[in-house]
């Protein structure tokens, strides 16, 4: 079954009926959305300060709380809600579609049945729960509460379209066409019905008819950006980005709408118009500037290997959307990639796979060296902005050669700590691994969880510095592997430490394949390298299976 969290909630928002605050709710709804929560809550408790019993502003601040993974919060404002109007539908529907997105049919079930003994005849409480014993699969007890909102409903064409996209959720698509088409036929001017038929069409993968039903849909509201919006989006699924590029630039001629700019830029970028991107998007960012056309440059410059250019423009996109994890980390790796501009090619790629340990001992104790190990470790402490991969790898060969290290204990420390993480304790987390890296401060899968604990507490400096330490130590090490073969996989101190930096990557891009050669297993992943190109980079996997 699909997971529809966000499309239960938007469904049932654009049937509901709006106060006399509409402009502030309906703006809050749009922050919530697009996962500008802040904003929202800031708008919903202003909303409270001059009526403190606003119905749709407390539940709308529940939904945020949903939405950022506190459900005890969000259950505070809904039953707070269902106190001061206890029969209001509003609190019961975020409760019962909260749980229907966790798949807890039954407790919905039990909620929505207990809501109509106390008020009958809601044709809103009785399709959702009707839509409810769909998915539990009791067709008898669906119907029955399909006909009750039919006969309860003063517009029956809602209760046609929200069964038809039940049935849409459940891949049931001949019978949530025959749902849609009844709702059309009693509304036939109604443009959104077209749009919620494209939703169907573009859900089983006819991507023909749904760009029809858009048309039909843009016939009678010419001037909706969404429906222009999504026939863009139905050829970037099917990789048609010349139709793309074609439409998106007819459609920026009519609208100035940063999706249509992003979309019609990114088409370009896929198209490797690069230069053509460039100015397509400055164009766009001087009549609509936002965070995402930014990226869109940012990503362009990268690929063009300008990587000042890349940084800047990564960053003003921090500036605008300060809680966008992807923003955060291309500024990083185009810092990372800035700093070293006088890397060592020698040092990676011939001295280290001729395994001449000797010199790179040399280089981190010699006094007179750059890479200095005391120098280079005071270096990391207080300005670790300046930092660049060559700088990190000999950190990390300095830290490796120092009397008492243990990759082992390395590795152990790290799974203890991700154990912790991924319980959800950040707190403990923090104080923990903190306290690890004054005895190991080269251990980078420790730095990526760190970055990830004060990403979520909002703490943006500490998130910055340890992501910037994880992603040097990363890209550093497997710097030290040419990307060809599993014969010239990356080198670690030991294979404990390849483990540690494997996951981590892992955990990060959420990708590995693995491969078998000569009897062996290795573990594949990729970064780009400092000229652009994207390499594969092998890891001996053998012991990493094993631990899995």
């Known amino acids: 079954m699909k997971n529809f969290t966000a499309f239960f909630v938007f469904v049932f928002l654009f049937f509901v009926g709006l106060s006399q605050d509409k402009n502030s709710l309906d703006l809050a709804k749009t922050y919530c959305e697009q996962g500008n929560f802040s904003q929202a809550q800031q708008i919903y408790q202003n909303i409270l300060d001059n009526d403190a019993q606003n119905i749709q502003a407390i539940v709308g601040l529940g939904k945020c709380a949903i939405n950022q993974g506190d459900t005890s919060l969000a259950m505070q404002f809904f039953y ?88 849409s959720n459940l891949e049931q698509y001949d019978s949530a066409n025959y749902y849609i088409n009844k709702a059309i036929q009693l509304s036939p001017a109604d443009d959104s019905l077209y749009f919620w038929k494209y939703k169907i069409d573009f859900g089983s993968g006819n991507y023909q008819k749904a760009a029809s039903d858009l048309d039909q849909a843009i016939s009678l509201a010419p001037d909706n950006v969404t429906y222009y919006l999504e026939k863009l989006s139905i050829y970037f699924v099917i990789g048609d980005y010349q139709t793309v590029l074609r439409l998106g630039e007819e459609y920026c001629k009519r609208f100035a709408d940063s999706n249509l700019y992003f979309l019609t830029g990114y088409a370009m970028l896929q198209l490797n118009r690069l230069d053509s991107a460039i100015n397509f998007i400055t164009q766009a960012l001087s009549k609509h500037p936002s965070a995402q056309l930014y990226y869109l440059l940012g990503l362009a410059y990268k690929n063009k290997k ?111 700590l991700k154990r912790i993480y991924e319980r959800g304790q950040i707190d403990s987390l923090i104080e923990l691994g903190e306290k690890s890296l004054n005895i190991d401060p080269c251990n980078s899968g420790v730095y990526y969880l760190l970055s990830m604990a004060y990403f979520y507490k909002g703490d943006l400096n500490d998130f910055i510095k340890n992501y910037h330490k994880y992603l040097g130590f990363v890209l550093s090490i497997m710097a030290t592997g040419n990307g060809l073969s599993p014969e010239k996989a990356m080198i670690s101190s030991s294979t404990a430490d390849e483990l540690v930096v494997l996951d981590a990557i892992n955990y990060d891009q959420l990708i590995d394949t693995q491969t078998l050669k000569y009897g062996r297993n290795y573990y594949k992943v990729y970064t780009i390298a400092r000229n652009g190109a994207q390499l594969n980079y092998f890891f001996n996997a053998d012991l990493y299976i094993q631990k899995k």
């Open 306 to 416: 300008q990587f000042s250019q890349a940084y800047q423009a990564f960053r003003k996109a921090t500036e605008l959307s300060p809680w966008h994890l992807t923003y955060y980390k291309e500024m990083i790796y185009a810092q990372l990639i800035l700093n070293s501009s006088d890397l060592d090619e020698n040092l990676y790629f011939k001295t280290f796979h001729q395994r001449n340990l000797k010199r790179i001992k040399k280089l981190a104790f010699n006094r007179k060296s750059k890479y200095y190990y005391p120098l280079l470790y005071s270096r990391f402490v207080t300005r670790w902005q300046s930092m660049g991969l060559d700088d990190y790898f000999m950190l990390y060969a300095g830290e490796a050669f120092k009397k008492g290290f243990s990759a082992q204990k390395r590795f152990k420390t790290y799974v203890q």
């Open 80 to 167: 707070q809600a269902m106190n001061i109007e206890p029969l209001n539908f509003k609190p019961y529907q975020a409760i019962s579609e909260f749980y229907i997105n966790s798949g807890k049919f039954d407790r919905a079930k039990s909620l929505l049945i207990s809501y109509l003994t106390q008020s009958p005849d809601n044709p809103e409480a009785e399709i959702l729960l009707s839509n409810v014993y769909l998915y539990l699969n009791q067709l008898d007890s669906a119907q029955y509460f399909f006909n009750l909102a039919l006969n309860h409903t003063k517009n029956p064409g809602r209760i046609y379209t929200l069964k038809a996209l039940t049935f």
